[in-house]
């Protein structure tokens, strides 16, 4: 395939552009002033910032300019998409900024989130941390695919030797609350950053062992997916299968570790008490 008269690999065009869109939200981002992180709350209760809103806007302004016909499913403008309804079967998953309470905080744990889906699965994702000046890609495979990832070596493969990242926590007489609790037990320890993309960055990286995401939305997790899947690592959902975006919750890490995150939440049914790991 040519573009500009050159010759462009299959496949690597969405992945330029997806780089180029996110540049657009980024650098917008570094020039705002503070009156753009402001907090106010949606219906849900969630916090939110002219800020989110402006920079889905700048990122989706390139993704249609080079691909009018993939459409953008974004956090502030699409909302219903992650609430259980369908998504496209093609199209880009934007969180503008993921881990708004922390930006609106001054603190650094925030991402720019951008994934293209496919028939339900990322096939591309770049995450970028504005406050850590740290870029994350997630390339498309090449031509005819690619070999499956060689799973890492490292990182801790039992739940009692892990460090796990959870986003997502309910109540204490929720189920995922439940859960959380049981993992406070079983684990070695458990950090909460208060985003999900920096967790799956985390496993991703190395500095988390594994991490839980509870209630994930498309838009959170997607690109995250596709670096951890890129590396290797197991992304998992409930009942142990491979990670879907209707599932309650997301594992990630080792397989080991991750189908013991999963096993876990399979235990954990509604309605019981929050009992211990046996």
């Known amino acids: 395939m040519r573009t500009g008269g050159s010759v462009v690999e299959p496949g690597r065009e969405p992945f330029a552009v997806a780089g180029k869109a996110v540049d657009a939200g980024v650098e917008w981002l570094a020039r705002a002033g503070r009156e753009w992180s402001e907090r106010r709350f949606k219906e849900s209760g969630e916090e939110v910032t002219d800020a989110d809103g402006e920079v889905e806007r700048r990122v989706t302004r390139v993704l249609r300019q080079h691909f009018p016909d993939i459409p953008v499913v974004g956090e502030e403008s699409d909302g219903a998409a992650g609430d259980g309804g369908p998504l496209p079967s093609r199209c880009w998953l934007l969180d503008p900024i993921d881990g708004t309470m922390n930006f609106t905080r001054g603190a650094?744990?925030?991402?720019?989130?951008?994934?293209?889906?496919?028939?339900?699965?990322?096939?591309?994702?770049?995450?970028?941390a504005p406050a850590l000046d740290r870029r994350w890609n997630a390339a498309p495979a090449g031509p005819g695919g690619s070999k499956p990832p060689v799973e890492p070596p490292g990182g801790a493969r039992a739940l009692s030797r892990a460090v796990i990242g959870v986003t997502g926590a309910g109540s204490s007489t929720s189920r995922s609350g439940r859960y959380l609790d049981r993992l406070l037990d079983g684990a070695y320890r458990v950090r909460m950053h208060g985003c999900m993309s920096m967790d799956l960055v985390g496993v991703a990286e190395g500095w988390l062992d594994g991490c839980v995401c509870l209630t994930p939305k498309p838009w959170d997790?997607?690109?995250?997916?596709?670096?951890?899947?890129?590396?290797?690592?197991?992304?998992?959902?409930?009942?142990?299968?491979?990670?879907?975006?209707?599932?309650?919750?997301l594992a990630a890490g080792p397989a080991p570790l991750a189908r013991e995150l999963a096993a876990l939440w399979d235990s954990t049914a509604a309605g019981r008490g929050a009992g211990r790991p046996s």
């Open 108 to 128: 650094p744990l925030y991402a720019v989130s951008l994934a293209l889906v496919e028939d339900g699965r990322p096939s591309l994702g770049v995450l970028h």
């Open 221 to 249: 997790v997607a690109a995250g997916v596709a670096l951890l899947r890129r590396r290797g690592r197991a992304v998992l959902g409930a009942g142990g299968r491979e990670f879907a975006f209707d599932s309650p919750l």
